[in-house]
């Protein structure tokens, strides 16, 4: 099991951000635990992209601040430090799948090898040589989350990883994410299907751009009294709306 770190990997304090003339985050303060799993959830509109945008660098902050590993969020030397899977595939899509990650090893000066112990962890041997234009949704999302993975990241930021995705590829993800925990890899994995919420060590829920709740899973059953997680988000939010 990795030992996690005293120190977070990622601290709000009061961050605000404004999208459109509004505020998409507010006043938000949270923490990002080392070397687990944590999932940010909450319905379409919630926040989650832009924390998540935040996070990574590419979103503008109105105020508050926010930092990664100490260092304020954007800052280059955390470039090499973070992985980033966005919601639709980020790959070449008239490449092969080895072709992709031997393109984005170039780039990072990621040893040869790991090329292909990537393609071998998110099980992708038999579609190797295969363009990605062929390859289904659930394929190429695993490609996108093998190119993420490419630098070795210390922080793996997820947006709806699991989206579209059947049963079986969803299990086979969510193990996939447990041996990454296990090796000492922070994930921030952000989903609006709070059945998700029980494969994660803690959880950050949010509602309209704030902090609704932060705890492990049976933290949220204990604080709404029930075994449903889905259930409690719902209550958590009647609660808010009082």
Request: aromatic share 4%; charged share 25%; hydrophobic share 40%.
């Amino acid at each position: 099991m990795a030992v996690v770190s005293a120190e977070p990997a990622v601290v709000s304090e009061q961050l605000r951000v404004v999208r459109g003339g509004r505020p998409a985050l507010d006043q938000l303060s949270a923490t990002v635990r080392r070397g687990i799993v944590t999932g940010l959830l909450g319905p379409s509109g919630s926040g989650k992209s832009t924390l998540i945008r935040s996070i990574v660098g590419v979103q503008v902050i109105a105020s508050g601040s926010l930092r990664v590993f100490g260092l304020e969020a954007g800052s280059a030397a955390l470039r090499s430090r973070i992985g980033y899977m966005t919601q639709a595939p980020s790959v070449y899509n008239d490449l092969t799948v080895e072709e992709n990650l031997r393109y984005f090893a170039r780039i990072l000066r990621a040893p040869p090898q790991r090329v292909d112990e990537l393609i071998e962890a998110v099980d992708l041997g038999a579609e190797r040589d295969r363009v990605v234009d062929r390859l289904s949704g659930g394929q190429r999302t695993r490609v996108s989350l093998a190119t993420a993975l490419v630098g070795g990241p210390e922080l793996l930021v997820l947006d709806e990883p699991t989206v579209g995705l059947d049963p079986v590829l969803r299990r086979d993800l969510w193990e996939l994410f447990d041996s990454l925990a296990a090796g000492g890899t922070t994930l921030l994995v952000s989903s609006h299907v709070m059945d998700e919420a029980r494969h994660c060590a803690e959880l950050l829920l949010l509602y309209e751009g704030r902090l609704l709740a932060t705890g492990t899973p049976d933290d949220l059953r204990r604080r709404t009294g029930g075994d449903d997680l889905e259930d409690g988000f719902l209550r958590l939010v009647e609660e808010a709306r009082a």
